[in-house]
């Protein structure tokens, strides 16, 4: 996987991506930033993200609007520089994601079976995300695993990290085991057609 440094050259490549991120997904950057660093943290990530010439106040950022696609990827590596955070980290922020989404929380209080969940979750990626088809590929509950294919979404690598963990989690909140892994086994910045995540548990 490439470098997960972000530079001011960086940010320009990215803003000019096709696609958009809905809000809410930069809002959960922001309230995970709360949540382990304190409100004054926040401060920090949008000084490191001006001299960039991306300038986000995350208070601001409006749940429902679209937003450049880039920027998804721009907040995650920006957050990761300003606290020295680990890719284990990043995963840990896409783990803990859905719990402040209310479309998760949809997700899991009208579909309560996994899988009529697993079946649904493509159109729940396209509440978030306007680019990308992201697929329910493969799962068998007593061997324990179910795979997420993600098509056409190559924007950087640290979102292949922050998934991992959002896949993760999906399954945490309806199925019950324990120890949740995940391992991407396919992954278009190593050449591969598509992403593919299989999550796997005890």
Known sequence: MENNKITKEKAEELMSLSG???GAVLQTDAEYVRQKKGEKALDKVE?????MGVPINYENIKVTNWYPIGLRAISLLTIKKVFGWTNKEIEDMGNTAPKYSFVVKALVKYFITFERSYKESPK???KHYLGGELKAADYDLKKKYYTIRLEN???HPILC?????YFIRMGQ???KGENFRVKEIKCQFSGDPYHEFLVEWD
């Not at 000084?47 to 001299?51: A, D, F």
């Not at 990290?161 to 963990?165: D, E, Q, T, W």
């Open 124 to 126: 729940y990626w396209e």
């Open 153 to 155: 979404f190559k924007i």
């Open 173 to 175: 909140l309806i199925l």
């Open 20 to 22: 958009k991120v809905r």
């Open 47 to 51: 000084e490191e993200l001006k001299k």
């Open 161 to 165: 990290i922050y998934l991992g963990g």
